[in-house]
T-cell receptor, first 112, second 111 residues
């Protein structure tokens, strides 16, 4: 059963804490993406990776970090430097440039 | 910088009505335009993708058009059903496979 799996579904962060959101895909896609969605707004690109061991900053990368050690995995770390982390985080993947992006179910992050 | 605008922000229609959602973008140098559907608290589902060289795409009761020169796209939904209720997002792809999203149109179809 192919798809994109994000975990956990809900996550709570204490002040000053780093948290990591998981994104795994078994679609054999080269490109993966992380977006942030705030209430009533569209998605904003945080980071993206077009190939293993390479990634680029999106429009709102400050306070976030990523790694792409495996083709299937693209974890996102929300660092303590991100002062307003409460949002809905969506991961996506695609075969490459000019292809449809497939999305996971999302992780909702809240601050305690 | 590419900006995408969707009008209206919210729309409520009776079941069976045909409707049009609008999307406009400021930079016509796009690779493609996609329409997505998002149910509350869920991820996005791609509905239609129109390449920059195409004028329209159809899938079932959905038809999307693209006028790249004027920076506009429409999503036409025929014979709307309560199950069509969701937020519809428009996104354009520019260089580096980056998508720029609009803020969405929240559609409610009343039985």
């Amino acid at each position: 059963d192919g798809g994109i799996t994000q975990s956990p579904k809900y996550l709570f962060r204490k002040e000053g804490q780093n948290v990591t959101l998981s994104c795994e895909q078994n679609l054999n896609h080269d490109a993966m993406y992380w977006y942030r969605q705030d209430p009533g707004q569209g998605l904003r690109l945080i980071y993206y990776s077009q190939i293993v061991n390479d990634f680029q900053k999106g429009d709102i990368a400050e306070g976030y970090s990523v790694s792409r050690e495996k083709k299937e995995s693209f974890p996102l770390t929300v660092t303590s430097a991100q002062k307003n982390p409460t949002a809905f985080y969506l991961c996506a993947s695609s075969r490459g440039v000019e292809n449809i992006q497939y999305f996971g179910a999302g992780t909702r992050l809240s601050v305690l | 910088k590419q900006e995408v605008t969707q009008i209206p922000a919210a729309l409520s229609v009776p079941e069976g009505e045909n409707l049009v959602l609008n999307c406009s973008f400021t930079d016509s140098a796009i690779y493609n335009l996609q329409w997505f559907r998002q149910d509350p608290g869920k991820g996005l589902t791609s509905l239609l993708l129109i390449q920059s060289s195409q004028r329209e795409q159809t899938s079932g009761r959905l038809n999307a058009s693209l006028d790249k020169s004027s920076g506009r796209s429409t999503l036409y939904i025929a014979a709307s059903q309560p199950g069509d209720s969701a937020t519809y997002l428009c996104a354009v792809e520019t260089s580096g496979s980056r998508l720029t999203f609009g803020e969405g149109t929240q559609l409610t179809v009343n039985p």
